[in-house]
């Protein structure tokens, strides 16, 4: 569009190629060129953006793709640790049967609860300390007091199952009897 010298707006279609001076048809024509390489320059721009979602949603996808394997197969690693522990357990349970020892049984049950404690510790699973320590709420659970005169008030004297830690995470509390001290009454 153009002002004509009367102020009035006019289309360009209206305005014949040899009415325009030489500087107005270079103008137009530089116009025209500067605004197809601004359009080319959008639809790369285009181009570019919706190649850039379609990376991102790839990239989605195949996080929680990982994501869930990883969480599918978290036990992955410990599993296997304790499968020739399995192993051996059949083959004393097979090796006794065949035999009629207990003893052995008793040998290859101790010696495969040794198998089972290194893959617990090679997992950073540790078993809580407990008989003779002060009880400790965030690590044992009471079950019972004892009346002693040999013991200070609130040590464990017995235990009944025990507890076990992971990476300093109580994976399972310790079953305790703690001692109440006779004397202090």
Known sequence: MADNETG???????????DRTPGEVMN???????????EAECREFQDKYVRTLAEMENFRKRMNR???DSVKF??????GDLLPVIDNMER???????K???DSLIDGLELTMKEF????????????????????????????MVESDTCDDNVIVEEFRKG??????????SLVSVAKNKQGE
């Open 28 to 38: 137009i024509d530089a116009m025209k060129e500067a605004l197809e390489k601004k």
């Open 92 to 98: 004393a349970i097979t090796h006794s049967k065949d």
């Open 8 to 18: 009035e707006i006019i289309n360009e279609d209206q305005i014949n190629e040899e």
């Open 66 to 68: 990982e994501m869930n």
């Open 117 to 144: 404690m290194g893959v617990f510790e090679k997992h950073g699973v540790q078993f809580i300390e407990s008989v003779g320590q002060l009880f400790d709420p965030a690590r044992h659970h009471a079950v019972s």
């Open 164 to 173: 076990y830690i992971l990476n300093d995470r109580v994976l399972r509390h």
């Open 100 to 102: 009629k020892e207990f």
């Open 74 to 79: 978290a036990n992955e690693k410990i599993l």
